[in-house]
């Protein structure tokens, strides 16, 4: 019997606001930006990148430029992204 893996895509597993909501938290809280980062472009893979990019009037490409790993995206970008995700971000 063969067996066939393929590639985890956690973004198949992020399908509601809650699960999404404590994704992004547990990122958050590690308090590792590139890990964060990875988070945020999983979520926005979820949503779905070309509806986020429609939301953040930034391209497909430049939004997927700036979630790429050891990436340096600009706060605006980032502030962008969450918010089209439904999210918000604070100081608390």
Same mark, same amino acid.
């Given at each position: 019997?063969?067996?066939?893996?393929?590639?985890? $895509?956690?973004?198949?597993?992020? $399908?509601?606001?809650?699960? !999404?909501?404590?994704?992004? +938290?547990?990122? #958050?809280?590690?308090? @590792?930006?590139? =890990? &964060?980062?990875?988070? !945020?472009?999983?979520?926005?893979?979820?949503?779905?990148?070309?509806? !986020?990019?429609?939301?953040? @009037? &930034?391209?497909?490409?430049n &939004?997927?430029?700036? =979630?790429?790993p @050891?990436?340096?995206?600009? #706060?605006?970008? !980032? +502030?962008?992204?969450?918010?089209? &995700?439904?999210?918000?971000l604070?100081?608390?």
């Amino acid at each position: 019997m063969k067996i066939t893996t393929k590639k985890w $895509d956690t973004s198949e597993y992020l $399908d509601n606001p809650e699960m !999404i909501h404590e994704y992004l +938290k547990a990122a #958050f809280e590690e308090g @590792n930006s590139e =890990l &964060l980062m990875v988070a !945020i472009g999983n979520v926005a893979k979820a949503k779905g990148m070309s509806e !986020i990019a429609r939301k953040t @009037n &930034l391209s497909r490409q430049n &939004l997927y430029k700036a =979630l790429a790993p @050891n990436s340096s995206p600009k #706060f605006e970008t !980032i +502030k962008k992204v969450v918010e089209a &995700l439904g999210c918000k971000l604070a100081v608390v």
